[in-house]
């Protein structure tokens, strides 16, 4: 309360006009007090008028007061002083290089709080006071400080530009409107300002809604980017997985040979240890009969030999010669493993090809074409099917085009007929990318809709745009509006009565387009197209057509 009291007390002994606490103060007539410096100078710059004026209240006098010290109130000012008041205000009170000054405030300027549209003049918050508590400002219009105030002095007459020239397109003065723009077309700058206010809040409108489906777009991205990193991811890990089944697939064959090879070497080596073994068992008994025979054979007693010779043991059987093939052993495995290996090999670096280009072709989020010739490029010859034909409707250039007739036309019954609404869908389903136009006659509607759309009478299920089995652009003289789930989405853009469609069916992208001399984007959809689409026509009133491009 203390600090509150203070700051009244130095408010109350202060300069209104250089806000600082009175030195040597003066009282006008009127009764407001100013230092006797500030209220000679600002009089000094009145002389030329001959009239003088209170700051505060705007009191007039003739002729100009001669005022002398009031001396109780400078005693008062020294008492306050000697209380500790502090005598100037706070820094950030003063105006900055960036802010808008007061123009009222003489010396160092405090910053304005309000700028006055009739003055024409910028007030702190000390000098602004006049303006809440004269009736003679009632009328004045305040804003926030602005240091634009000059640009609504008109350069060559020095008044306030009050009308706005629509010949010229820009604000003037009333002596203007009696010199060079006496025959222009001139409204008030606030009719005109009320009529661009319109045009604006129409604008930002637009704008705020395209803030929300680029919001949507950065939303679906995100959305997209989580889903891309996890198939990337899932496909690494089972990618790395059947990799890995096929090197434990070739490490298991691998010890398998090798299983294979050492078996059947140990059994080839035992037999031939075991051959080896009877030969020299067989070695040893040769040369055991060798020597006995060579003993016999050196006997000189005849009768002794012929009796030795008749004791000797008949040789045992011989074992059979050995049939040693030639020493390639085990060179043929070699060969039928290296077979192996080219063969898969050559399996490989086809499967990589294919696995390579597989990889290469994942274009989850493909760039759309720019110009009409890239646009082209994805054409599709789209022909109407006769069998969905309502009967106001006839076609014709190949059922490429399709007329609203004034009376029925006979077609035969078929369950695929719209028999309610006029409308038509094309012959072929489309996928993938694709692009058409379409040129209008009249009013109209170019759609897309699932085959499994309703066909007869006049419910929301069967009308383009009203169901979540149809999207659509409505074209009028001068506007165009989308629909869908009987939402309808203003569409901005230069009317033209030839539309552009572009469909990517795996990317969820349905872009419509007016096409001219260039091609304009009107409305993009984003979603999820859970089947093939047909292309649709709707119309209104007799002699309105549209034909497929």
Same mark, same amino acid.
């Given at each position: 309360? #203390?600090?509150?009291?203070?700051?009244?007390?130095?408010?109350?002994?202060?300069?209104?006009?250089? @806000?600082?606490?009175?030195?040597?103060?003066?009282?006008?007539?009127?009764?407001?007090?100013?230092?006797?410096?500030?209220?000679?100078?600002?009089?000094?710059?009145?002389?030329?008028?001959?009239?003088?004026?209170?700051?505060?209240?705007?009191?007039?006098?003739?002729?100009?007061?001669? @005022?002398?010290?009031? !001396?109780?109130?400078?005693?008062?000012?020294?008492?306050?002083?000697? !209380?500790? @008041?502090?005598?100037? $205000?706070? /820094?950030?009170?003063?105006?900055?290089?960036?802010?808008?000054?007061?123009?009222?405030?003489?010396?160092?300027?405090?910053?304005?709080?309000?700028?006055?549209?009739?003055?024409?003049?910028?007030?702190?918050?000390?000098?602004?006071?006049?303006?809440?508590?004269?009736?003679?400002?009632?009328?004045?219009?305040?804003?926030?400080?602005?240091?634009?105030?000059?640009?609504?002095?008109?350069?060559?007459?020095?008044?306030?530009?009050?009308?706005?020239?629509?010949?010229?397109?820009?604000?003037?003065?009333?002596?203007?409107?009696?010199?060079?723009?006496?025959?222009?077309? !001139?409204?008030? #700058? =606030?009719?005109?300002?009320?009529?661009?206010?319109?045009?604006?809040?129409?604008?930002?409108?637009?704008?705020?809604?395209?803030?929300?489906?680029?919001?949507?777009?950065?939303?679906?991205?995100?959305?997209?980017?989580?889903?891309?990193?996890?198939?990337?991811?899932?496909?690494?890990? /089972?990618?790395?997985?059947?990799?890995?089944?096929?090197?434990?697939?070739?490490?298991?064959?691998?010890?398998?040979?090798?299983?294979?090879?050492?078996?059947?070497?140990?059994?080839?080596?035992?037999?031939?240890?075991?051959?080896?073994?009877?030969?020299?068992?067989?070695?040893?008994?040769?040369?055991?009969?060798?020597?006995?025979?060579?003993?016999?054979?050196?006997?000189?007693?005849?009768?002794?030999?012929?009796?030795?010779?008749?004791?000797?043991? $008949?040789?045992?059987?011989?074992?059979?010669?050995?049939?040693?093939?030639?020493?390639?052993?085990?060179?043929?495995?070699?060969?039928?493993?290296?077979?192996?290996?080219?063969?898969?090999?050559?399996?490989?670096?086809?499967?990589?090809?294919?696995?390579?280009?597989?990889?290469?072709?994942?274009?989850?989020?493909?760039?759309?074409?720019?110009?009409?010739?890239?646009? @082209?490029?994805?054409?599709?010859?789209?022909?109407?099917?006769?069998?969905?034909?309502?009967?106001?409707?006839?076609?014709?250039?190949?059922?490429?085009?399709? !007329?609203?007739?004034?009376?029925?036309?006979?077609?035969?019954?078929?369950?695929?007929?719209?028999?309610?609404? =006029?409308?038509?869908?094309?012959?072929?389903?489309?996928?993938?990318?694709?692009?058409?136009?379409?040129?209008?006659?009249?009013?109209?509607?170019? =759609?897309?809709?699932?085959?499994?759309?309703?066909?007869?009478?006049?419910?929301?299920?069967?009308?383009?745009?009203?169901?979540?089995?149809?999207?659509?652009?409505?074209?009028?003289?001068?506007?165009?509006?989308?629909?869908?789930?009987?939402?309808?989405?203003?569409?901005?853009?230069?009317?033209?009565?030839?539309?552009?469609?572009?469909?990517?069916?795996?990317?969820?992208?349905?872009?419509?387009?007016?096409?001219?001399?260039?091609?304009?984007?009107?409305?993009?959809?984003?979603?999820?197209?859970?089947?093939?689409?047909?292309?649709?026509?709707?119309?209104?009133?007799?002699?309105?057509?549209?034909?497929?491009?």
């Amino acid at each position: 309360m #203390a600090q509150k009291r203070v700051k009244l007390d130095r408010e109350s002994f202060s300069c209104s006009i250089c @806000l600082d606490l009175l030195k040597d103060p003066v009282t006008t007539f009127c009764g407001h007090s100013y230092c006797m410096d500030c209220i000679k100078a600002h009089w000094d710059g009145e002389d030329g008028k001959q009239i003088y004026s209170c700051p505060q209240c705007r009191k007039t006098f003739t002729p100009r007061p001669v @005022l002398m010290k009031n !001396t109780m109130l400078a005693d008062l000012v020294e008492e306050l002083k000697k !209380t500790g @008041l502090q005598a100037a $205000p706070a /820094d950030h009170c003063y105006a900055g290089a960036e802010d808008v000054a007061c123009d009222v405030c003489t010396g160092r300027k405090l910053k304005a709080l309000k700028s006055c549209l009739v003055c024409l003049v910028s007030y702190c918050d000390q000098h602004l006071q006049p303006h809440y508590n004269s009736s003679a400002f009632e009328k004045h219009k305040l804003v926030e400080p602005s240091k634009n105030l000059k640009e609504n002095i008109c350069s060559h007459h020095n008044e306030v530009m009050k009308i706005f020239c629509r010949t010229d397109q820009h604000c003037i003065c009333s002596l203007c409107l009696m010199d060079e723009h006496k025959v222009h077309d !001139t409204v008030s #700058a =606030a009719a005109e300002r009320t009529e661009r206010q319109k045009e604006l809040e129409g604008s930002q409108q637009n704008v705020q809604r395209r803030i929300q489906d680029r919001e949507k777009d950065v939303k679906l991205l995100q959305q997209e980017v989580e889903a891309i990193n996890r198939s990337a991811d899932k496909v690494v890990e /089972d990618s790395a997985k059947i990799f890995y089944s096929l090197i434990y697939f070739m490490k298991r064959e691998s010890t398998a040979v090798e299983q294979k090879i050492r078996f059947q070497q140990n059994t080839q080596v035992m037999r031939a240890k075991e051959l080896q073994e009877n030969l020299y068992q067989e070695i040893t008994e040769l040369k055991r009969k060798d020597a006995e025979m060579k003993k016999i054979s050196h006997t000189e007693d005849h009768n002794q030999f012929l009796h030795n010779y008749s004791s000797l043991s $008949p040789l045992s059987e011989s074992t059979s010669s050995i049939d040693i093939r030639p020493l390639r052993y085990f060179e043929d495995v070699t060969a039928a493993v290296s077979e192996v290996r080219y063969k898969i090999q050559h399996l490989l670096n086809e499967t990589w090809t294919h696995i390579s280009r597989t990889v290469t072709e994942v274009d989850v989020l493909p760039s759309e074409p720019k110009s009409r010739a890239d646009f @082209l490029k994805y054409s599709r010859v789209i022909t109407l099917d006769p069998n969905t034909v309502n009967p106001m409707l006839q076609l014709s250039k190949g059922n490429r085009k399709a !007329t609203v007739m004034r009376e029925k036309q006979i077609y035969s019954h078929h369950p695929e007929r719209f028999y309610g609404m =006029a409308q038509v869908l094309s012959r072929e389903g489309l996928t993938g990318r694709c692009y058409w136009e379409v040129e209008l006659r009249g009013r109209g509607e170019v =759609a897309v809709a699932y085959k499994n759309i309703s066909r007869a009478g006049w419910s929301d299920e069967c009308e383009f745009g009203r169901n979540d089995k149809s999207w659509t652009l409505r074209y009028e003289k001068d506007s165009y509006t989308f629909w869908n789930k009987k939402v309808q989405t203003l569409v901005s853009g230069p009317v033209s009565s030839r539309v552009g469609v572009y469909l990517d069916h795996r990317a969820g992208t349905l872009s419509f387009y007016s096409v001219s001399d260039t091609m304009t984007l009107l409305h993009r959809v984003q979603t999820t197209f859970t089947q093939p689409l047909y292309v649709g026509l709707h119309f209104y009133r007799s002699g309105e057509t549209a034909e497929l491009k």
